[in-house]
């Protein structure tokens, strides 16, 4: 580069790069105090809602986008998650806490944290690049459902037959695939964990209660619209 | 409304209503906590800006959305915004100060602040909604091209006529009819003025330096693609 740190337009341009770096930082103190003001009512709000049967079921079938990571078969599965919480270190560092309730002679009732963290993008060798963050994680532990034993990669025999691959696949690509997902392993692992874990952590638990109202809202409207009036929508508002 | 407030699911359901209202107040004071930390940034900004010229030309006419809100024709004008900036009261009334430089017989050099206010709408009867915000502003005086004579609404004698309709329309849908757009008059006024308030305060003028960054790289590109190595792309990243 050609620039002149005499030449005022260089000088310029040198004092809006700290000014970005600047608003990255606050931007970063923002996350924090943000955290720090929201995580008294989050753990208030878990709380109350863990009075409330049936409420993540309700709120996971209301989410289109929801739908979009996960495979029909595995909504049996999906219906019996009891709570997710969101336990967060920082604003980088978090653990999305799923419980299950246990299936009979099939699954068991377990809880699961899922230990996530946002970086920032390394491999942006263009100078010019706006700093992109990048979300990877670690494999957790999970008991796969007995009904997903053939899908189950830890209990595939040979993974080198035609057949072994297919159900390879299939496996990572269910909900339980996503608990392993990493980050690390591009096109080998459950598809767009990262959004997954940002659906989650930005929307789906932040918003849960909007979800569950619009569901309440919908079977109101289509309970009026069938001629009957009971269940009225939930009214969550004052 | 059948709520029983000894009835735990009744009990749950106030209490999550309650931290919805909670939330709603941390969001607000996250929202000035966030103003404060910023402004100070955006102020040296502001300056170093005003040392480049043609910075604002450049950011308006890369952002495809912004040319969405404006007519073809307007662009004249606009590429003579010497400056953009916001001025922020709090996080729910600021002002947008826009200063044009003058175009010799047409039009003075001038600098207009557009007040602006986010308001809780108010027609919402239906309980169960989320809190919708609202923008509303105050018509500002802006001196108009004299190009602009025929469509600029203030000089339009008959309004009546076919004539005089089409032209005063046609005025109330440029850029300056948008200084003149409330939110107040729906359908009479410049067409989604508060779509374009939103884009100014929330997009162009938080993220102008990667607009501008972006313009340039493109510009590089094109160079580049043209076979000519000269004018490398600005690099505002350490």
């Known amino acids: 580069m050609s620039s002149n740190e005499e030449d005022p337009i260089s000088k310029a341009f ?10 990255n930082k606050v931007e ?20 109350i809602i ?5 409420f993540w079921k309700i709120v ?18 999906i219906d019996n998650i009891e709570s997710i919480k969101i336990d967060w270190i920082n604003s980088n560092n978090f653990h999305i806490i799923i419980k299950f309730q246990g299936i009979r002679d099939d699954f068991p009732e377990q809880t699961i944290a899922k230990k996530c963290q946002r970086i920032i993008k390394e491999e942006s060798d263009d100078l010019d690049e706006d700093i992109e963050e990048q979300i990877i994680s670690e494999k957790s532990e999970i008991v796969w459902p007995k009904s997903y034993n053939h899908i189950n990669p830890e209990l ?12 390879y696949r299939m496996g990572m ?7 392993k ?5 591009p096109g080998k692992e459950f598809p767009h964990g990262d959004g997954l874990i940002q659906l989650i952590v930005d929307d789906l638990y932040p918003y849960c209660v909007r979800y569950y109202t619009e569901a309440q809202r919908d079977l109101a409207d289509e309970a009026s619209d069938s001629g009957s009036s009971e269940d009225e929508p939930l009214d969550l508002q004052e």
């Open 14 to 23: 040198l004092g809006l790069a700290e000014c970005e770096i600047e608003t």
């Open 28 to 47: 970063k103190k923002i996350e924090e105090y943000r955290l720090t003001q929201l995580k008294p009512i989050y753990t208030k709000r878990d709380e």
């Open 50 to 54: 863990s009075n409330i049967p049936g």
């Open 60 to 77: 996971l079938s209301q989410h289109n986008d929801f739908a979009n990571y996960i495979r029909a078969s595995d909504f049996k599965y």
């Open 156 to 167: 595939i025999e040979d993974k080198t037959t035609k057949e072994g691959k297919k159900n």
């Open 173 to 179: 690509k269910s909900f339980f695939g996503w608990f």
């Open 181 to 185: 997902w990493t980050g690390l392993k």
